[in-house]
Each structure stands twice: as C-alpha cells, then as structure tokens.
C-alpha cells in the first residue's frame, strides 16, 4: 500500500491558468507514485519573472524558484515548469522567448493574447514565406524516493510542432498564438481543434510525454 512518503507532489510552477488546463490532464494519472497540484492549489499567487534569454534559462528558473518556495511541504516534490516559444523563420525566429510580450505596450501593462497576435500579423503583413513552430521546454527539479538517495536532481525535455502562421484568425479555441498556428500535422489552427486533438499533437503534449518516460524509467513504473 501506498503511504504519504512513498508518494512524489508534482507541482506546476505556473500561474497560468490556461497552462494549468492543457498540463494536468496529460499529467494525472501516470502512476499512482505521483499526484498533482498547482501554485493555485497550494494557495500561491506568485508570477515569476521570465528574466533568461532562453526558452531553457526561463523553465530552469521557475522550476528551481518553486522548489525552493515549497519543498519543505511535501516528503518528494517535483518542480515542473515550462515556458514556451513562437518561432516564425521570416521574423529571424522572433518571437521566440518573448512570445508571451511581443507586442509593444506602454511601461508597466502585459500584452493580452489579442495584443501579441495582432501584433505578429502586422509583422506578417505581405510575407509569403510563413513557416513557424512552436518549441516547449520542460524543467524538472525535485526529489524522488529512492532515486539517487532522495538526493536533488535537474532534468530538461523539449517538443516542437511545425507548422506556419495564417494571414487571419481561425477557431476559438486555445489560446495565446493557437488562432493564427496552423499544423503541419493537421492543416489546422490549433484554435481549431479539440483540447484532445491537440494534446496529441502539440508541442506541449510531445515534451511532457518525453517528460513522462523519463520519469517512468527512473521510478521503474509502466506507463
């Protein structure tokens, strides 16, 4: 039988709501070793500052800070963090790591989505050549019974979804850039699919499924 001390906390280091609606699902339910909560959950308000230049610098950063914020709560905790980027080919792959604040705004206030996807279209404006993908990059900190001696370790996975962007919106679905990123894989916006079709296919989905069968090979669970 399972105890509390035989159990790892995964927590997602984001408040990010809709994050938060595409990760869990993917996560919940891979063994009975882990659960899963959030910042949310465990009553944190806390927005960490992407301050790295790079996708892996920003998901090594709030996973390390959210580690350090709350493993003293839990026996084995996970940190499991992301951060995600738009690479257009046309825009030299802007805009990349600062795809959640590409659109200019006056000192202080935060793009909306509408904002950044106007603003990527108006960059678009008269471009032919519109391939694009979408990168994630997941880091883990954390401790796991048994692994290593419950002694800390850093761990990086990464999924990208090619596709290109579209000269207007289509779908209502998503969020962020999803309007205007059409699949490859689909012919479709992601705002046009299903949460399910495009947690089979996302960028998103393809790394935390790499996530999840590196933890099942250091657990020596089944996935």
């Known amino acids: 039988m399972q105890t509390p001390q035989d159990i790892t906390t995964i927590v997602l280091a984001t408040a990010n709501r809709d994050k938060v609606r595409e990760l869990r699902p993917l996560l919940e339910g891979i063994s009975p070793r882990f659960r899963v909560t959030t910042l949310m959950d465990e009553g944190i308000d806390a927005d960490i500052d992407e301050t790295e230049d790079t996708l892996e610098g920003n998901a090594i950063l709030k996973a390390r800070t959210v580690f350090e914020m709350l493993s003293a709560r839990f026996p084995s905790m996970i940190a499991f963090a992301d951060d995600t980027g738009l690479e257009v080919d046309m825009l030299g792959g802007r805009p990349g790591v600062y795809s959640a604040r590409f659109a200019p705004m006056p000192l202080g206030e935060k793009p909306t989505y509408s904002d950044n996807v106007r603003h990527l279209l108006q960059e678009m404006e008269g471009k032919f050549k519109r391939s694009a993908r979408f990168r994630t990059v997941i880091a883990l900190k954390g401790t796991i019974p048994g692994h290593e001696g419950g002694r800390v370790f850093e761990h990086i996975e990464e999924g990208v979804a090619e596709g290109s962007i579209t000269t ?43 996530t999840i069968f590196w933890l099942h090979t250091i657990t020596e669970t089944q996935p």
């Open 168 to 210: 207007e919106p289509e779908g209502e679905g998503g969020f962020g850039y999803d309007p205007v990123f059409r699949s490859e894989a689909t012919k479709k916006t992601f705002a046009r699919m299903t949460p399910e079709e495009k947690n089979t296919i996302s960028h998103r989905a393809l790394a935390v499924k790499r």
